[in-house]
């Protein structure tokens, strides 16, 4: 199973630059979670501390205005991540995350990425460079 998971984190760009070693790694450190269609994966104001990889099915990223309505800021496939600036600030989440079909998830804890970024420092410069993408 690890090594599938590191597999799939290897086609996830924030993780593509990485060695095989590392990937395993990481993948022995994630938490896979399943969530139905409409559940809620992170509620806006949660505290932020885990990177969430999407692996199967597919979320939507939104914020529910004043008047109720919701605004979808963007929809995630496959491969998307969010909650990497949590690794970073500690900021609580920006906005709420939605199931729109059954959803399979990599969880990765704020502290067990810490450990990776200064056990190999080309992690951070990884992150770095996604985010700066972005």
């Known amino acids: 199973m690890t090594a599938q998971t590191a597999d799939f984190l290897a086609s996830v760009p924030?993780?593509?630059?990485l060695?095989?070693?590392e990937l395993l790694k990481f993948a022995e450190l994630t938490r896979e979670r399943t969530?139905?269609?409409?559940s809620v994966i992170l509620f806006q104001g949660d505290p932020g501390d885990s990177l969430y990889v999407l692996r199967q099915g597919r979320a939507k990223v939104v914020l529910i205005g004043e008047d109720g309505r919701e605004v979808i800021l963007g929809v995630l496939e496959p491969g998307a991540h969010f909650g990497e600036l949590a690794l970073i600030d500690d900021q609580p989440r920006s906005a709420h995350v939605i199931a729109m079909e059954d959803s399979q998830l990599l969880i990765l804890r704020r502290e067990d990425f810490r450990r990776r970024v200064e056990a190999n420092q080309s992690v951070g410069w990884a992150l770095l460079t996604e985010l700066s993408r972005r």
């Open 19 to 21: 060695q095989r070693d």
């Open 14 to 17: 924030m993780f593509s630059g």
């Open 35 to 38: 969530y139905p269609k409409g």
